[in-house]
């Protein structure tokens, strides 16, 4: 039941130069809880949008989700591509007031690898010099390739050559941390009045288990074109009751996932335009526990991958414009050297099928697994998808139960190993390396420990590259190796589903599916009083 509620209308149409209109509150759907509100913590995208609504990195995104200059006003390369340099804005301020320096990158990306503050997206910066041994400890932070040679030029030093790196760098990667802040607080430094952040918002309040409310950054170097007074985020793990409060005009915006696709239809003739479905860079697979007997068998896991009928998901189970997935990436990203066709997509089903029959009855599926697999997905956000393919292992022989839990909890037992199988996914790099990046026997993100020498080196290798056709190319053939193998299995191409008011301007779709508060506005919208005070 909702609280006794008053209606405020909120008209914002004031010129795009002049500051926020009084009042102008947006509310935004969050799905789950953010695990932290540090940059380089968190994984799951509700958080990201949080973050860069916060903090704002090197470079930027624009409403459309291109890269623009952040706080870096320019950056230049070496000609080897392993030296960049980038120029600061003058005058750049934190949340508070006090001055943003070069040394703030310095100190948060030694903060990121220093062995006892490593944070869990490190291995996205690999890339910097010496970032590996400093992580193991062997050598002392001080020799990451980051520097600050005055207080307004940031120099990073790569290990090889990174043509997208001003993409990377406009993410939770290229954000600042404000030192004195984070050394007086320790771990309490994200606390609502103890968070200091260089984006457009800054935190005012958290409460437990429920909103999140940021207020504009006055200090913010393009906070005279900030037409939004503050951003309410709605946690909450139940995509459908976010729906609901959409419904209920108490959300302006309700991102991804959006809501089920099985609505999709539906809530197109009831809200119209306010349904917004946009393809999307991004995919998602079956992530294999390799430390978990029989899924170490590649003919096991060969088999799982065979037996998904992915034309029947997408045309069944998800009508709403996704697309098969064969690959651990998406189709039409700029450097996509295209691997060739896989071994999903030869033949009818039903030969498939047969293959997968004789690989399971060889591998001796049966024997070594006297009781069902157990599908982790995420609550809200897969669950379709998911029944249908333990439908369909079920009836090859694979008994399978799906189980469900908070994104938090999924996000834990991942990261500790628990689980079989479970429904993961990537969609926030704008390369082929960096999705192939995530396979690394190092990295953070590869919570099913798939490990593959060969695999390594050749992407190593093909990082090392700096001829960009031989790069492509060489890309191309490691992410054979990486499919051949069968680390995931491939489900869809994904689509950004999205519920956005009317009233609600400066929202562009976009294949990156980011939308920072920054360019939004309101035009009269009507909002329930309520649902601010709901824990």
Same mark, same amino acid.
């Not at 968190?42 to 090197?58: A, H, N, P, Y």
């Not at 980038?86 to 943003?100: H, I, M």
């Not at 939004?228 to 309700?254: K, M, W």
């Given at each position: 039941?909702?609280?006794?509620?008053?209606?405020?209308?909120?008209?914002?149409?004031?010129?795009?130069?002049?500051?926020?209109?009084?009042?102008?509150?947006?509310?935004?759907?969050?799905?789950?809880?953010?695990?932290?509100?540090?940059?380089?913590?968190s994984g799951v995208k509700s958080e990201q949008t949080i973050m860069l609504d916060l903090f704002e990195g090197l470079t930027s995104y624009g409403a459309d989700g291109k890269i623009i200059p952040g706080a870096a006003q320019s950056w230049k390369v070496s000609a080897d591509g392993r030296n960049w340099t980038f120029r600061l804005r003058p005058g750049l301020r934190w949340s508070d007031g006090s001055p943003q320096l070069a040394s703030d990158w310095v100190y948060a990306l030694r903060r990121m690898f220093t062995p006892a503050t490593a944070l869990?997206?490190?291995?996205?910066?690999?890339?910097?010099?010496?970032s590996r041994e400093i992580l193991a400890g062997r050598v002392p932070p001080g020799a990451l390739g980051v520097s600050a040679p005055d207080t307004v030029t940031v120099r990073l030093e790569l290990e090889n050559p990174l043509p997208w790196l001003p993409r990377l760098v406009a993410g939770q990667e290229g954000t600042p941390l404000p030192q004195k802040v984070v050394e007086k607080f320790g771990a309490q430094w994200t606390r609502p009045g103890n968070l200091v952040s260089n984006g457009a918002f800054r935190l005012t309040e958290r409460r437990a288990?429920?909103?999140?409310?940021?207020?504009?950054?006055?200090?913010?170097?393009?906070?005279?074109?900030?037409?939004?007074?503050?951003?309410?985020?709605?946690?909450?793990?139940?995509?459908?009751?976010?729906?609901?409060?959409?419904?209920?005009?108490?959300?302006?915006?309700?991102?991804?996932?959006?809501?089920?696709?099985?609505?999709?239809?539906?809530?197109?003739?009831?809200?119209?335009?306010?349904?917004?479905?946009?393809?999307?860079?991004?995919?998602?697979?079956?992530?294999?526990?390799?430390?978990?007997?029989?899924?170490?068998?590649? %003919?096991?896991? =060969? &088999?799982? #991958? +065979? $037996?998904?009928?992915?034309?029947?998901?997408? @045309?069944?189970?998800? !009508?709403?414009?996704?697309?098969?997935?064969?690959?651990?990436?998406?189709?039409?990203?700029?450097?996509?050297?295209?691997?060739?066709?896989?071994?999903?997509?030869?033949?009818?089903?039903?030969? %498939?099928?047969? =293959? &997968?029959? #004789? +690989? $399971?009855?060889?591998?001796?599926?049966?024997? @070594?697994?006297?009781? !069902?697999?157990?599908?982790?997905?995420?609550?809200?956000?897969?669950?379709?998808?998911?029944?249908?393919?333990?439908?369909?292992?079920?009836?090859?022989?694979?008994?399978?139960?799906?189980?469900?839990?908070?994104?938090?909890?999924?996000?834990?037992?991942?990261?500790?190993?628990?689980?079989?199988?479970?429904?993961?996914?990537?969609?926030?790099?704008?390369?082929?390396?960096?999705?192939?990046?995530?396979?690394?026997?190092?990295?953070?993100?590869?919570?099913?420990?798939?490990?593959?020498?060969?695999?390594?080196?050749?992407?190593?290798?093909?990082?090392?590259?700096?001829?960009?056709?031989?790069?492509?190319?060489?890309?191309?053939?490691?992410?054979?190796?990486?499919?051949?193998?069968?680390?995931?299995?491939?489900?869809?191409?994904?689509?950004?589903?999205?519920?956005?008011?009317?009233?609600?301007?400066?929202?562009?779709?976009?294949?990156?599916?980011?939308?920072?508060?920054?360019?939004?506005?309101?035009?009269?919208?009507?909002?329930?009083?309520?649902?601010?005070?709901?824990?």
């Amino acid at each position: 039941m909702l609280r006794a509620c008053r209606i405020a209308v909120v008209a914002c149409i004031a010129a795009a130069a002049q500051p926020a209109c009084a009042g102008s509150v947006l509310y935004r759907g969050a799905y789950g809880q953010p695990e932290s509100l540090e940059p380089n913590q968190s994984g799951v995208k509700s958080e990201q949008t949080i973050m860069l609504d916060l903090f704002e990195g090197l470079t930027s995104y624009g409403a459309d989700g291109k890269i623009i200059p952040g706080a870096a006003q320019s950056w230049k390369v070496s000609a080897d591509g392993r030296n960049w340099t980038f120029r600061l804005r003058p005058g750049l301020r934190w949340s508070d007031g006090s001055p943003q320096l070069a040394s703030d990158w310095v100190y948060a990306l030694r903060r990121m690898f220093t062995p006892a503050t490593a944070l869990p997206r490190a291995s996205r910066m690999f890339i910097l010099r010496r970032s590996r041994e400093i992580l193991a400890g062997r050598v002392p932070p001080g020799a990451l390739g980051v520097s600050a040679p005055d207080t307004v030029t940031v120099r990073l030093e790569l290990e090889n050559p990174l043509p997208w790196l001003p993409r990377l760098v406009a993410g939770q990667e290229g954000t600042p941390l404000p030192q004195k802040v984070v050394e007086k607080f320790g771990a309490q430094w994200t606390r609502p009045g103890n968070l200091v952040s260089n984006g457009a918002f800054r935190l005012t309040e958290r409460r437990a288990g429920g909103t999140i409310r940021l207020s504009r950054n006055p200090f913010f170097h393009d906070a005279a074109r900030v037409r939004i007074e503050a951003v309410i985020y709605v946690p909450s793990d139940d995509t459908g009751s976010l729906v609901n409060r959409f419904r209920a005009s108490e959300l302006d915006v309700n991102a991804w996932p959006g809501f089920a696709p099985r609505q999709q239809e539906a809530l197109k003739k009831e809200l119209g335009s306010a349904v917004r479905v946009t393809p999307l860079f991004g995919v998602r697979f079956l992530r294999f526990n390799f430390k978990r007997a029989p899924f170490d068998d590649i %003919r096991i896991r =060969r &088999a799982l #991958a +065979l $037996l998904v009928d992915r034309e029947l998901l997408v @045309r069944k189970v998800l !009508p709403g414009g996704e697309r098969p997935g064969y690959r651990v990436v998406p189709e039409g990203l700029a450097d996509d050297g295209a691997p060739g066709r896989s071994e999903l997509q030869l033949g009818t089903m039903a030969e %498939r099928g047969a =293959r &997968a029959r #004789a +690989l $399971l009855a060889e591998a001796g599926f049966r024997t @070594r697994r006297p009781g !069902p697999v157990r599908l982790r997905v995420p609550s809200g956000n897969g669950e379709e998808m998911c029944l249908a393919v333990a439908a369909m292992w079920s009836a090859a022989g694979v008994p399978t139960v799906v189980e469900k839990s908070e994104i938090k909890s999924l996000i834990a037992d991942l990261r500790r190993g628990d689980f079989d199988i479970a429904l993961t996914g990537s969609a926030e790099n704008a390369s082929v390396e960096g999705y192939l990046e995530r396979f690394l026997s190092d990295s953070t993100y590869n919570t099913g420990q798939y490990r593959n020498p060969v695999f390594e080196q050749a992407l190593l290798k093909a990082q090392a590259l700096s001829s960009t056709a031989e790069r492509r190319a060489a890309v191309a053939q490691t992410e054979a190796i990486l499919n051949a193998d069968y680390a995931v299995v491939p489900l869809i191409q994904e689509v950004a589903r999205n519920l956005v008011s009317s009233g609600v301007a400066g929202w562009a779709d976009n294949s990156d599916d980011i939308h920072l508060s920054r360019y939004l506005s309101l035009q009269q919208i009507a909002h329930s009083s309520g649902l601010a005070d709901t824990p």
